[in-house]
């Protein structure tokens, strides 16, 4: 939970303009591989949803992991720009 009590998944998400990254996370280089982006932080966020860590969250941040991949790369910047533009 973040201190301020909001729900995390919908204030982060991915800044990209899909045309190559110049400090790429651990190998994903362009919007080609973002199933496999997206496949290695479900991987981390199942992890985490299921450590002790997880356990201080509000229930309304323990969503799936599916779920949380969506929003940080998909469903967020939508939003967000939906509002802004």
Same mark, same amino acid.
């Not at 939970?1 to 909001?6: H, I, L, S, T, V």
């Not at 299921?50 to 309304?60: C, M, R, T, V």
């Given at each position: %939970? #973040?201190?301020? @009590?909001?729900?995390a998944c919908v204030i982060q998400y991915i800044g990209s303009d899909y045309d190559g990254m110049i400090n &790429? /996370? #651990? @190998? *994903?280089?362009?919007?080609? +591989? %973002? &199933?496999?982006?997206? /496949?290695?932080? +479900?991987k981390h966020a199942f992890n985490f949803l #299921? /450590?002790?860590?997880?356990? /201080?969250? +509000? +229930? *309304?941040n323990k969503i799936k992991a599916s779920d949380i991949v969506n929003r940080f790369t998909k469903e967020n910047t939508y939003e967000f720009l939906k509002r802004n533009f």
């Open positions: %939970m #973040n201190r301020y @009590g909001q729900f &790429p /996370s #651990n @190998g *994903f280089w362009t919007a080609e +591989e %973002m &199933p496999l982006f997206d /496949s290695y932080l +479900e #299921n /450590s002790e860590k997880a356990q /201080s969250l +509000e +229930e *309304f």
